[in-house]
């Protein structure tokens, strides 16, 4: 039974590769850890990849007919309470708004990174409790620690959003939550060895995840003080990957000739799937520029405008960060194992005889559409 979501060589490169190449990139290239993000380090890294991953999901959910007729309620209601909600955060002021924004973000990110564990215990057919309790424990323990790190030490060059939008916490909260930290990783590397010695199998894409993501949240937060060094390490090792699992699950779903969706998942218009991304992230950001940053006109055609009143801000703003608002609560249900996404395990799990490894495993025949045994 394969191990990998596809594919040791796609996994490798496209799944954990992002994170293991951000970290050596940061740690082999000086210039990447440099206090400030250049321009030209937030138009490729924050607009070609962050903004970019976060309309990669109208792939998954508004641009899926199966799926915007199967909860058609969900797809309009999310974005119009998403507003409601920021309209009334943003007139209790601008950093509540930013401050609830941020933390609504890190969870976003760290429950990719469990979700990606729970993939790969998933493909591997694991199902026993200590194994889940270690992994969990030690999924989460590589992005808390650095997180507790960050909100008890005020001398970050980065902040998420904007400056103050994490709250301060004791000095020896983050001692605690390195005890915790080395504590959970230690046991999930006991727990492998022990693994290996009994001739179990391992599951190398999970271990993958824990490892990298151990090393990207540790450069990027607390070896380095450095905006460039943060934003390379956080959304690389988070935005790629997730381009990546949407593109594959689009690839085996839309296998059939039946419409244009067909030809978009085609290796040789890969371009075409990215570019659509990356031109939505290049707009949304030219007009939070242009409406409220105000930081790079020379990348948006130099257009400025009048600095607008609160009393529009507070429409403009909760308008613009749609996107990325509704793209954090929609992620939170689908990619869910849980039978309210039909269809989910086969399209990302299928991938020829191979995988038939065990009952709760077995692919199962689509209803609509057949499923290729290689994308």
Not at 221 to 238: E, G, L, P, Y
Not at 333 to 355: A, Q, T, Y
Request: aromatic share 14%; glycine share 8%.
């Amino acid at each position: 039974m394969s191990r990998w979501i596809h594919s040791p060589v796609f996994d490798g490169a496209l799944i954990l590769g992002p994170a293991v190449v951000s970290v050596l990139l940061v740690l082999f290239v000086p210039t990447l850890r440099a206090e400030r993000l250049p321009p030209w380090g937030w138009l490729v890294f924050v607009v070609g990849i962050d903004v970019a991953h976060v309309w990669s999901s109208l792939y998954r959910t508004y641009l899926d007919p199966d799926e915007l007729r199967r909860r058609r309620t969900h797809y309009v209601a999310t974005p119009l309470i998403c507003f409601g909600a920021g309209v009334v955060l943003y007139s209790l002021g601008s950093l509540a708004f930013w401050r609830v924004l941020a933390y609504l973000a890190v969870l976003h990110f760290v429950r990719q990174q469990y979700g990606f564990v729970m993939l790969y215990r998933h493909r591997s057919g694991e199902r026993g409790r200590l194994d889940a309790t270690i992994d969990k424990a030690a999924i989460y323990a590589t992005m808390l620690y650095p997180l507790a790190y960050w909100h008890a030490t005020d001398d970050r060059a980065f902040a998420w959003f904007v400056a103050g939008d994490f709250l301060r916490l004791p000095a020896w909260t983050a001692g605690a939550a390195g005890v915790l930290y080395a504590g959970a990783l230690a046991a999930f590397a006991v727990r492998q060895g022990q693994r290996a010695v009994r001739g179990e199998p391992l599951s190398w894409g999970k271990i993958g995840i824990v490892a990298s993501t151990a090393a990207t949240w540790y450069v990027g937060i607390v070896a380095f003080n450095s905006d460039f060094a943060f934003t390379v390490t956080n959304v690389v090792a988070h935005g790629l990957p997730y381009l990546a699992l949407v593109w594959l699950y689009g690839r085996r779903k839309w296998i059939a000739p039946t419409s244009w969706r067909t030809w978009l998942y085609r290796p040789a218009l890969l371009w075409v799937f990215v570019g659509v991304t990356i031109l939505l992230a290049y707009l949304e950001e030219g007009a939070w520029d242009l409406l409220v940053w105000r930081e790079h006109a020379s990348l948006f055609g130099g257009w400025r405008l009048p600095t607008l009143p609160d009393e529009v801000l507070a429409v403009i703003v909760p308008t613009l960060i749609l996107p990325q608002a509704t793209h954090y609560v929609l992620d939170a249900w689908i990619w869910k194992f849980d039978g309210s996404n039909p269809g989910l395990r086969e399209f990302l799990f299928h991938g020829g005889p191979d995988l038939h490894g065990g009952p709760d495993m077995a692919p199962k025949p689509p209803v609509v559409r057949s499923v290729p045994a290689e994308p």
